[in-house]
Nanobody, 131 residues
């Protein structure tokens, strides 16, 4: 069983930065596909950034150039560096893991989608950006 523990959320002003971390515990014998999703109140959940099994990274159009996803395989930890934060980035952020190739793609609105639903989800960490 895989468990994910996120940290690093908080409240910042517009233009500020935060770094989210996600520690992965459990069966990590193979390098998984990992990513971040977010959900704001009253809105649908959306993909933010993915680093797939082959190491390729994909970002939602709304965060390109501002967010950077990375991972430290030796520490079984995933990161999301978020710069130039905007009020519209306010949401609960969830770390996700799966051991399949998730095949990210964009929908017609530039939203980040994956071929499959991620199997493992963290409990979420809140990010609040004030104007």
């Amino acid at each position: 069983q895989v468990q994910l523990v996120e940290s690093g959320g908080g409240s910042v002003q517009s233009g500020g930065s935060l770094r989210l971390s996600c520690a992965v515990f459990g069966n990590t014998y193979s390098t998984p596909s990992m990513g971040w999703f977010r959900q704001a109140p009253g809105k649908e959940r959306e993909g933010v950034a993915i680093i797939d099994i082959d190491g390729t990274t994909t970002y939602a159009d709304s965060v390109k150039g501002r967010f950077t996803i990375s991972r430290n395989n030796a520490k079984n930890t995933l990161y999301l560096q978020m710069n130039s934060l905007k009020p519209e980035d306010t949401a609960m952020y969830y770390c996700v893991v799966d051991f399949r190739w998730m095949g990210p793609y964009y929908n017609e609105h530039g939203g980040l989608m994956t071929r499959y639903e991620y199997n493992y989800w963290g409990q979420g960490t809140q990010v609040t950006v004030s104007s």
